[in-house]
């Protein structure tokens, strides 16, 4: 969509214009004016000549030209009316600040829905309601009746800031302008009658101004439109930073009474993160933190790092942290670590390279041992700990000529400086492309982010045809039968409508036998004493067969009897539940689980939107464990892990081209056994 | 030990005083003089008669006094020597800030490891050597060559800090000092020939001056006695917040590097740490952000926290955290929820209780709320998020004031306020027993932390008698009579010596028969065919006693071969390992951990010192998943948790009274079953 008239509006309107400055109708006008906004500001008020020293008008339909943009300040009552005349004199852009829509109820959202109607019909764009404004602060556009500019402006910079609450975007403009952080845009979607976080991340993904983007999500109504726009910004190479509450049961509780909608689960949108490159801040000094990281210098083209410090054990505490993050700690090659430890004799030229405190009589050492691990070859970026020094005026100018040598000499291999330094070193370090923090973990923590942000790939998944289906509930062997017909194997199994069936088709399976009773109606077969297991003999098949038609006839009087499913019992070496379902939000998505008792012992789950890939299903596996099960652990036998990639990319295929038909489709268990992998159970319907 | 004369010297002689300011032994001269030192100041250079103004003495001897303290600023050389004089003299306490000692190798170790004993011998306190030495702030004592004080002293204040390291102890220093957090003492240990981490510690519990201490350890040798110190601060009500490097395999190799010296193994500090109720710190920032937050307000006396919020989302995230800390958000009662919402149109009144941007144009609604929530009895802490609200300049003040009398109505419910204040406003909040940050998850994360600390209690371990062995080793047999003496059933076995005893005692014993060999030289049985599972008839038991000592006569033909042991097959519903080791540094301790196929799912063990107590057991048996396989999931039997909380006391018992003693002992397999619990098989030796 095309939101140049948003956020670089030639003339702004101010719809509800109010003569006092602290009014939600004046304060954009205040902004606009003190603030340096450089395009013709229309306050548009029926009561009033003049609004805070402009001239007004009376009504939309008498502005001399139609504004780009319109800010709407106006009572609830009266927004739809004004949203119909900015329309009809072809304003192309609206920012809709008043409350008392779909917060409150059904009409208003009626009202909001109507009015994200005829905005779109008119491709007018529309921002709100219920929302904090906008800010382009290059532009100086402050289309927003938060004060929060008036205590000072950010300086214009590549960050774009866009939330979903006006609180949380309040908040976050006053810490970027505390943080020094450089800010290109500030957009705050409220309602999102019409243009969502989503759509504003599809937008910045284009804009010149922004190379990383802060977001803050309560919920995304179109997932699909999320996943596509934070895509596209990884395929732009802009970091997309975001903030999702809810993480927790006791979060999206909070969540849910705050936005009164389902905001779907967490993990299927940490799938979406996972599988578009978007990076997760669990708190909001985390956000600004990898805001400020990706802003400055380039990304680590691996994970291999190297820690200067001048203290052995911070640079221990640093190698903890490297450790937790999964970053590698390669040895000083012996070309540039002989040097140092001729010139420092207790420096230890492993890796965290420990110049020690020998440091303050000889500083040109902490040099020779940055420019010397940057150049080396042997690591991707480094985190430099200088402890006091950088507070030493008379150390600091040393300090960064250092890095700025570093730098020059390798500028592939991004630093980040830590030690307490004033604002001007600082500066001074950013400037040269070099991060600085106080807390030494910080160094660590996002060059692993910038890292793992370099490494990921688009992946492409092969969407597949959608398969049509009537509405049906399948029985076991149905089920069985339907999963087989797509590629996803089942265990050897026979329907048996007699004992003597059941005889036989124990003999021809060989081993012990499993017997279900059959029937769409039942989901909970044991229950109802619809299984026997163990069975090794005629007269063992004989007797269960006949017991489990008993046993339901008896149990479960209603529900249909449509045979008993022998199987032949499997020693697997993993169990797995494998299930597909379709997420209100993002579609459908597939949740991957230990099976059997293993799972009291590993209960978490893999939650992965489908399609997907081989390389995030193998990731999903190993993170479960189950890799390490199949790889032939204490003398057991291997399992096929390639196979059961290609069962589970299978299953998530075919769920996916159910769509909407998707009522439930699980496996459960499935086996994977020294010769394959083999759905043994599943209930499968249709909606 | 008494260390007054250390901390709190009536006269201080510097041996090796230097006339220039910025060397080792001149600065702590040009500290003392011009930070306001009152005592005695008494430079000793053998060929200067003044130093920086002061008269010198031109030896120890020619002192007019002995000096409360010594501080050591000579060639290593001369060290041992300065250090006879002083005690000759009748100094009390010394700083060794000379390097050159044990972190140089055998020689220095030596000469150390001689002052050391001197010292002690003579009552002298020795600091060092290879530190940075010791501040009073309140005393103005600055004992040190870092120059840090001199670019300005932190506020005198009741957290001490400790650090073993010297750069790691000047960074704090600096840090203290830009954060604003008041200290009492300052102490680096370095090399800790005499007094260590611990001791000091020691001797900060008693300090009337500290209220917390903040502790860097990169490895203690005398575990006990940090043990002891960490008690003595707990029982003070002092807690201690604790850096200990080399969590990680990579951290602890790099702090290996540093130290040179065995720095213990990680899990056994965790479990000191656990049972002391010390706080661990993970990053810098954690360490000084818990070191503040315990020296303001008190601790909760419970879990139940009240989110009070201006914004949904925030609250969300708040939420979120409290989650993954294990706090309780209990709703707020009714009556005060009913005044709020009729106040607040949209007010959401559970918790977070969100009071809404309405708070802008309505302040005193956020009073209500907080003293609301305070006084309600339903929250034992209140976190409080104000966004951009305290950096205006109109309604700080407000706050304060809310803050201030909520804080009056409800003295026993701490609160945290999350928003971004200006110096003086957090200082007010601070003075009101409020503690203040800007990122709200922090604030949800110390109340977290205090109320853990809070909960800690004492508990009383009793330590059983020691028990004398002579070094043996006992085969399998041999290994589970000496358990089942000292309480730890072991599964129903007999040792057969023929064929015809072995189908005696599986007749005997019933079910699925076991059969290995016993012997005392065989650790791996399996691998030399000297063990048969799933015996089920006379004929297979007689087969797999004559092919387990014909494998075992073949594979290991040295190995003794002491019979065979024949046990009933178990079905556990959990399989444990239970070991017991002594560690270098703290002595006697037991690791748990799951056992057979399950260890894979989760290969977490869990690791105390012993003897432990029976919550302490109970906690780690609950996060190994242990208690939930016992606890009759999915329809099988129940397991007896007590009962296996008993044997793991006693085997922890077991081998605290062999103390020294003690080689190996371990029960692998150790079986719950729905019977009982029984060890299946052990290895016990005596050193």
Redesign the interface.
Same mark, same amino acid.
């Given at each position: 969509m095309q939101l140049d008239a948003l956020f670089s509006p030639r003339s702004v309107a101010v719809i509800g214009a109010s003569q006092n400055p602290q009014k939600v109708g004046g304060m954009p006008v205040q902004l606009l004016q003190r603030l340096g906004y450089a395009g013709a500001i229309y306050p548009v008020n029926p009561s009033a000549a003049e609004v805070q020293a402009l001239p007004a008008y009376a009504s939309v339909a008498d502005l001399p030209v139609p504004p780009d943009l319109a800010i709407v300040a106006l009572p609830a009552a009266g927004v739809e009316a004004a949203m119909d005349q900015l329309i009809a004199k072809g304003t192309r852009a609206a920012v809709v600040l008043s409350s008392g829509f779909a917060?409150m109820g059904e009409a208003g959202a009626a009202t909001q829905a109507r009015m994200a109607e005829r905005a779109r019909a008119a491709g007018l764009a529309l921002l709100g309601p219920n929302c904090l404004g906008v800010m382009n602060i290059r532009h100086k556009l402050f289309a927003t009746f938060s004060?929060?500019p008036l205590?000072g402006v950010p300086q214009a910079g590549q960050v774009a800031i866009v939330s979903?609450? !006006?609180?949380?975007g /309040?908040?976050a403009? %006053?810490?970027a302008r505390?943080g020094g952080l450089g800010l290109s845009h500030w957009v705050t979607t409220g309602n999102e009658a019409a243009l969502s976080v989503a759509d504003v991340i599809d937008w910045l993904a284009d804009d010149a101004d922004t190379r990383v983007i802060l977001a803050?999500i309560?919920g995304a109504r179109d997932g699909a439109a999320l996943q596509r726009a934070l895509a596209k910004a990884r395929a732009a190479g802009k970091p997309v930073i975001v903030?999702k509450?809810?993480?927790?049961?006791?979060?999206a509780?909070?969540?849910m009474?705050?936005?009164a909608s389902l905001s779907g689960e967490d993990a299927v949108y940490q799938a979406v993160f996972d599988a578009t490159g978007a990076i997760r801040a669990?708190?909001?000094?985390e956000m600004f933190r990898l805001g400020q990281a990706f802003a400055v210098g380039r990304a680590p083209a691996g994970r291999r790092l190297g820690i200067v410090t001048?203290?052995?054990?911070? !640079?221990?505490?640093m /190698?903890?942290?490297? %450790?937790?993050l999964g970053l590698a700690?390669p040895e000083l090659p012996d070309a540039v670590a002989a040097p140092l430890r001729e010139r420092i004799p207790?420096c230890?030229t492993?890796?965290?390279i420990?110049v020690t405190?020998q440091v303050t009589s000889d500083l040109p050492v902490l040099g020779l041992a940055a420019s010397g691990a940057a150049t080396s070859g042997a690591y991707d970026a480094l985190a430099i700990f200088v402890?006091?020094a950088l507070?030493?005026p008379v150390l600091a100018p040393q300090i960064v000529a250092m890095v700025q040598d570093a730098v020059a000499a390798a500028p592939d291999v991004p630093m980040a400086l830590c030690g307490?330094a004033d604002a001007a070193t600082k500066q001074a370090l950013l400037q040269a492309g070099c991060l600085v923090f106080?807390?030494?973990?910080?160094a660590v923590e996002v060059l692993a982010a910038k890292a793992q942000w370099a490494a990921h790939h688009a992946e492409s998944v092969h969407v597949p045809a959608p398969l049509d289906v009537a509405p049906a509930v399948l029985n076991e062997v149905e089920a069985l039968a339907f999963l087989q017909r797509h590629g996803v194997p089942a265990a050897p199994h026979r329907l048996a409508q007699s004992p003597d069936e059941a005889v036989a088709a124990w003999q021809a399976l060989g081993g012990q036998a499993v017997l279900k009773i059959v029937s769409a109606d039942l989901l909970h077969k044991s229950d109802v004493g619809g299984v026997r297991v163990g069975l090794r003999s005629e007269a063992e098949v004989r007797e269960a067969y006949d017991g489990i038609l008993a046993d339901v006839a008896r149990l479960a009087p209603q529900a249909r009897r449509q045979g008993v499913l022998v199987a032949r019992k499997l020693s697997p070496l993993a169990e797995l539940v494998l299930g597909a379902r379709h997420d209100p939000v993002f579609g459908t998505v597939i949740v991957l689980g230990?099976g059997g008792?293993?799972v009291?012992?590993?209960p978490r789950t893999a939650v992965l939107t489908a399609p997907t890939t081989a390389a995030r299903v193998r990731a999903q596996l190993a993170a479960l464990?189950v890799l390490?099960?199949l790889g032939g652990?204490?003398g057991r036998p291997h399992g096929d892990a390639d196979a059961l990639v290609d069962v589970v990319l299978r299953f998530a295929a075919l769920a996916a081209s159910l769509g909407p038909r998707l009522g439930t489709m699980e496996i459960n268990p499935l086996m994977v056994t020294a010769d394959g992998i083999a759905a043994a159970d599943a209930v499968v319907n249709f909606a």
């Open positions: 917060e004060p929060a205590a979903q609450s !006006g609180a949380f /309040a908040y403009f %006053s810490l505390k803050y309560e903030t509450v809810g993480r927790t049961e006791a979060g509780r909070a969540a009474s705050h936005t669990r708190t909001v000094d001048v203290s052995g054990g911070v !640079g221990t505490l /190698a903890d942290s490297a %450790s937790d700690l207790f230890a492993q890796n965290p420990d405190g402890a006091a507070a030493s307490i106080e807390e030494p973990t910080h230990l008792v293993q009291e012992l590993n464990g390490k099960l652990w204490r």
